[in-house]
């Protein structure tokens, strides 16, 4: 009984401790990174099978970094998108680290327009 409360204590622990190193616009993060993997994903699955060169150098279990890194090689993906996208990512993540709720907000804004969206 007593290392059940020992766990659910520590559960509760790491839980509170995770939610306060959430900024401001985590749940808009999340969001769209569920976006741009969904993308990712059906590009690869309605896509051409990949080539041998494509798939060079990348994990055998698919990551969203991996899928991107093949759709751009394949060319079904601009390198130009892939870099405005991470680089937007990129400044939303440090304006949200540092509690920037409006460059974060800017830049998730971003990724959506270049995302079509």
């Known amino acids: 009984m007593r290392m059940r409360s020992i766990v659910a204590s520590i559960a509760v622990l790491a839980a509170s401790i995770s939610a306060s190193y959430a900024g401001p616009c985590w749940d808009d993060l999340s969001a769209v990174q569920a976006k ?13 099978p990949a080539t041998a060169e494509a798939m060079a150098g990348t994990s055998p279990q698919p990551t969203p970094r991996s899928l991107e890194t093949v759709e751009e090689r394949m060319g ?32 998730l804004a971003e990724v959506r327009r270049t995302l079509g969206q």
């Open 76 to 107: 079904e993906i601009s390198t130009q998108t892939v870099n405005a996208i991470r680089q937007a990512m990129a400044r939303a993540r440090a304006a949200d680290g540092t509690g920037d709720k409006a460059a974060c907000e800017q830049a």
């Open 36 to 48: 741009i993997d969904a993308m990712l994903e059906a590009k690869a699955a309605t896509g051409p």
